[in-house]
C-alpha cells in the first residue's frame, strides 16, 4: 500500500488511536442530545404506543370476578352463574369503599354506554351491605338493585373489559367492533376514518399550495440583487418570528364574516352577500397554507441560490425555448429543494392542533383536534394514544413511500 | 422607633413562616375577578396565608394527570358539577366533612342553609348556581322578540346565524325540548336511540344556520360584532356585557339549563386542611353574596340577606322554574358516545 511506504505500521496504528479518541470524545459530547431525545421523545411515543394496546384497569379492579368469569361462555344467552355474581358484588363493595367504583363504571361506560351510573348506584347500595351476607345472596341483591344486571350485553362488556392486552381501540381508530359473537364489523359511529382522510387531503393540499406560491417568491429572491432580497426575505421571516397565535387569530378577524376581506369586497362592490369563510375547511387551508409558507420557501431559496444561472443561460443560447429549457435545466435542480419544503409542510401540516381548533370551525377540524379530544374532555387516553399511534405509522408508511420514489438522499436544506 | 424596627421585622419574618401558600383554580374573567374580590382576598387578610389564584378551562384531564403522577400542583379547585361526579367516584378528590361547614351568618346550620343540590356531593361544597340559555341584541332582532326555545330553531321566524357552543351538552336537550318533548321527560328520551336520532335531526334543521364556538367568551362577542343573532351563553357573561358595558343584550330563561359548580380538593395534596380552611371560609354567607355580581346565584340562602335586591331578579336561581336541571349522571353514562356521535354528526 502506498501509506505503508512513508509511514511506519507503529505510526498507523498511534493515528488510528487518536482517531478512535476523538471519536469517542465526539460520541461523549453527543451523550446528552442522546438521552435528551430518548427521554423526552422516545420513551414517551413508546409509552404511547404501549398505552394503546395494554390497558390492565379492569383486571386489577375486579381480578377475582374476571378469573372466575373465565368459565362463562359469553356467546350463549345465559348470564354468568351465582357464583360470579356473588365474587362480583362483594368486589364492587371494597371498590366502592375505596372509592374506585368510578373507575370501573368509567371503563365499563365505554364498551357499554349508560351503565356508568348503574354501577355507580349499585356500589352505592352495596357500601351499606354487610361482607358475610353478600358472601351468600350478593346475586340476588344485584338483580334486584336494577333490571339492567340481568342484560347479557353488561356482562359481556365486563368480560371484555376485563382483558389487559386488548385491540379494541385500534378497531375504535379503524370505525370497527367486535360483536358480541367475537366477529369484527363495522361500528355505528362512522368517524376516524373519514377524518384521517379529511387530514391527509389538507395536508396535501397545503403542501401543494405552499409550493405554488413559494416557488417563485423563492426563484425571484434567488435572482434579485441583493439588497431586493434581503428586504424581501425579512417580508418572509417577520411573519415566521411572530407567534403562531398571534397569526392564527389575525386571520379571524381578516376571514369573519363582517371581517376585512368581506368589507372590501362589498364596499368595491364585487360581492352583494359577504362570503362565509371563517369556521370553515377554507379557513383552515388559507389559515396553515400563510403560518407554513416559510416553511417551503427557505429550503427552496437555499437550494436555488446555488444554481448557477450559466446553466440555463447555456440551454437558452443553444437554442432551447425558455419554457422546455426550465423544465429541463432548472426544474430538475431545485427537486431537492422542493422535496426538504414539502416533506416539512406536509408532516407539520398533517399533525397540526392549534390553528383548525381555532379558525376551522366544525369542517376545518383534523385528526390530532379529535386526539385533543380524547385527551382532554372524554378522557380516554387509550383510544388517543391509538389514534396517535395510527397517524405515527401512516407518516411513516409515506415517508417509505417517499424515499422509495424520490429518495431520502434527494433532500436538501441549504 | 429605631427599636421597635427590629421586633416589627421579627414578628413579619415569624408571620410568614407560618404562613403556606395554597394554590386555587378557577375559570377566569370575570367570574374569577368576583371570586378573588370576594373570596381570596378576604381569606388572604384574614389568616396571613397566600393564595396563588390560577385559571383552567375545567374538565378533569389535568387533575387526573396530577393526581396519577403524584405531583399535585392545585390546591383547590372550582369544578362543575358535571365533572364532580366522575372526579370523586374515580377517587381524585378528597371527601369534605359537610358537618364542619359553619352555620349561616343568621345562625341556619349548614345543612339547612345550604340548598340541597350544594351538598349532595361528597366531595364539593356549592359556590355558585349558574346556567346556560340563549340571548339575542336589541340592535338586530326588532320587533317580536323571541322568548322560548321553540324560536332558536325557527329560522323562518327569526333569520341569522345562531352561535352555539360546540358539544352535545344542553344542544340535544333543547333540540328535544323544541321538538315538543316536556322537560321532565328530556333525559328519559334522550336515553334511546330514537331520542338521540330526534334530538340530531332537530339540529339537523338549523345546521347551516349554526356558528360553533368553543369558549364562553367567545359567545357575547359574537353578538357583539354581529356574527350570530342568537348565543348560547352562560348567563354571567351576558349579564356582565348588559351590566358593565351597556349592551342592547336580552337574555332568553326558557328551558335554560342550570347546574352548580363547586369548590373541592384535589386527592393527596399535602395542604388539606389549609384548603379545608379556605373552602370553609369561601362558602360562608358573605363571601357567597358577592357572587351575584356576576349573576350567579348564591348556594346559601342567608347570603341573600346581602345581596342587591335589584340583582335578584336577575339570578338563575330566580328562574328555576322556567329551566331544568342539568343531568351530570346522564352525562356520566352518555357523554363519551354522544359525543362521539356528535362529531360524526358534525362531519356530515
Known amino acids: 500500500m502506498e501509506t505503508s511506504s512513508s509511514l511506519s505500521v507503529e505510526e498507523i496504528l498511534s493515528s488510528k488511536r487518536v482517531l478512535k479518541r476523538k471519536k469517542r470524545l465526539l460520541l461523549l459530547f453527543t451523550t446528552p442530545l442522546l438521552i435528551f431525545v430518548f427521554i423526552t421523545f422516545i420513551a414517551p411515543i413508546a409509552t404511547m404506543l404501549y398505552r394503546s394496546v395494554y390497558h390492565p384497569t379492569v383486571s386489577q379492579l375486579i381480578p377475582l370476578s374476571l378469573s372466575q368469569m373465565k368459565n362463562w361462555d359469553e356467546t350463549q344467552s345465559a348470564l354468568p352463574d351465582g357464583m360470579v355474581l356473588r365474587e362480583f358484588s362483594l368486589e364492587l363493595r371494597s371498590l366502592a369503599e375505596q372509592r374506585l367504583s368510578g373507575k370501573l363504571a368509567e371503563e365499563i361506560n365505554r364498551l357499554k354506554p349508560g351503565s356508568s351510573s348503574l354501577i355507580k348506584s349499585t356500589a352505592r347500595k352495596l357500601r351499606k351491605q354487610k361482607p358475610e351476607q353478600l358472601q351468600l345472596t350478593g346475586d340476588q341483591f344485584l338483580l334486584a338493585s336494577h333490571k339492567k344486571w340481568q342484560d347479557i350485553e353488561l356482562w359481556r362488556a365486563i368480560k371484555r373489559a376485563g382483558q389487559p392486552f386488548t385491540d379494541s381501540y385500534y378497531l375504535t381508530t379503524l370505525d370497527l367492533t367486535r360483536n358480541s359473537a367475537g366477529e369484527i364489523e363495522q361500528r355505528d359511529t362512522q368517524i376516524y376514518l373519514k377524518l384521517y382522510w379529511k387530514s391527509l387531503k389538507i395536508a396535501l393540499i397545503i403542501t401543494l399550495l405552499t409550493a405554488i406560491f413559494a416557488y417563485p417568491l423563492a426563484y425571484y429572491l434567488a435572482t434579485a440583487p441583493s439588497k431586493i432580497a434581503n428586504r424581501l426575505m425579512v417580508l418572509v421571516l417577520l411573519p415566521f418570528w411572530t407567534s403562531l397565535l398571534v397569526r392564527t387569530t389575525s386571520w379571524i378577524a381578516i376571514l369573519q364574516t363582517n371581517g376585512v376581506l368581506n368589507s372590501s369586497l362589498q364596499a368595491l362592490g364585487i360581492i352583494d352577500q359577504p362570503f362565509e369563510l371563517l369556521y370553515t375547511e377554507y379557513a383552515t387551508i388559507i389559515a396553515m397554507t400563510h403560518i407554513l409558507l416559510p416553511f417551503m420557501i427557505l429550503p427552496l431559496y437555499s437550494v436555488m441560490k446555488n444554481i448557477d444561472p450559466s446553466y440555463l443561460r447555456a440551454a437558452l443560447s443553444l437554442g432551447a425555448r425558455p419554457i422546455p429549457a426550465f423544465f429541463k435545466i432548472y426544474l430538475p435542480m431545485t427537486v431537492p429543494g422542493v422535496s426538504a419544503g414539502a416533506l416539512l409542510v406536509f408532516i407539520i401540516s398533517i399533525g397540526y392542533y392549534i390553528t383548525p381548533a381555532i379558525v376551522g370551525g366544525t369542517e376545518g377540524q383534523m385528526i390530532s383536534n379529535i386526539i385533543a379530544f380524547h385527551m382532554q374532555s372524554s378522557n380516554n387516553w387509550e383510544l388517543a394514544a391509538a389514534l396517535g399511534s395510527l397517524l405515527l405509522a401512516l407518516i411513516l408508511a409515506l415517508y417509505w413511500v417517499y424515499d422509495r420514489y424520490v429518495g431520502v438522499n434527494n433532500i436538501k436544506l441549504g | ?348
Open chain 2, 1 to 348: 422607633m429605631k427599636r421597635l424596627l427590629p421586633i416589627v421585622a421579627l414578628a413579619t419574618v415569624c408571620n410568614l413562616a407560618s404562613a403556606e401558600q395554597l394554590t386555587a383554580v378557577s375559570f377566569g374573567g370575570a367570574y374569577g375577578a368576583a371570586q378573588q374580590k370576594h373570596m381570596i382576598d378576604p381569606f388572604v387578610a384574614e389568616t396571613g396565608h397566600k393564595i396563588l389564584f390560577e385559571n383552567y378551562s375545567g374538565g378533569i384531564a389535568e387533575i387526573k394527570a396530577q393526581v396519577e403522577s403524584g405531583n399535585i400542583l392545585w390546591d383547590v379547585i372550582d369544578i362543575e358539577v358535571i365533572d364532580l361526579e366522575r372526579a370523586c367516584s374515580e377517587g381524585l378528590l378528597e371527601v369534605i366533612p359537610h358537618d364542619t361547614l359553619p352555620p349561616g351568618d343568621d345562625g341556619t346550620p349548614a345543612a339547612e342553609d345550604f340548598s340541597e343540590a350544594a351538598l349532595s356531593n361528597e366531595c364539593g361544597v356549592g359556590n355558585i348556581v349558574w346556567t346556560v340559555l340563549y340571548a339575542f341584541s336589541n340592535d338586530t332582532i326588532k320587533g317580536g322578540q323571541p322568548s322560548t326555545i321553540a324560536d332558536l330553531f325557527d329560522t323562518k321566524k327569526y333569520p341569522g346565524k345562531r352561535a352555539l357552543r360546540k358539544r352535545p351538552q344542553v344542544n340535544l336537550e333543547w333540540a328535544l325540548i323544541a321538538d315538543g318533548v316536556p322537560k321532565e321527560q328530556v333525559y328519559e328520551v334522550l336515553e334511546t336511540e330514537e331520542g338521540q336520532a330526534r334530538a340530531f335531526a332537530k339540529l339537523a334543521t338549523i345546521s347551516d344556520d349554526i356558528i360553533w364556538f368553543d369558549s364562553w367568551s367567545q359567545a357575547p362577542q359574537l353578538l357583539n360584532d354581529g356574527g350570530a343573532v342568537m348565543v348560547q351563553s352562560a348567563n354571567g357573561r351576558i349579564f356582565d356585557a348588559i351590566q358593565s358595558e351597556g349592551k342592547p343584550f336580552e337574555m332568553v330563561w326558557d328551558a335554560h339549563l342550570y347546574d352548580l359548580d363547586v369548590w373541592a380538593i384535589v386527592k393527596g395534596t399535602k395542604k388539606k386542611e389549609l384548603a379545608m380552611e379556605f373552602i370553609r371560609f369561601a362558602t360562608g354567607s358573605k363571601p357567597l353574596s358577592g357572587m351575584p355580581e356576576v349573576a350567579y346565584g348564591p348556594t346559601r340562602n342567608s347570603s341573600y340577606a346581602y345581596v342587591d335586591k335589584a340583582v335578584i331578579p336577575k339570578l338563575p336561581s330566580s328562574h328555576l322554574d322556567e329551566g331544568l336541571k342539568a343531568s351530570g349522571e346522564f352525562w356520566a353514562d352518555y357523554g363519551e358516545s354522544l359525543g362521539e356521535k356528535f362529531n360524526e354528526w358534525l362531519l356530515k
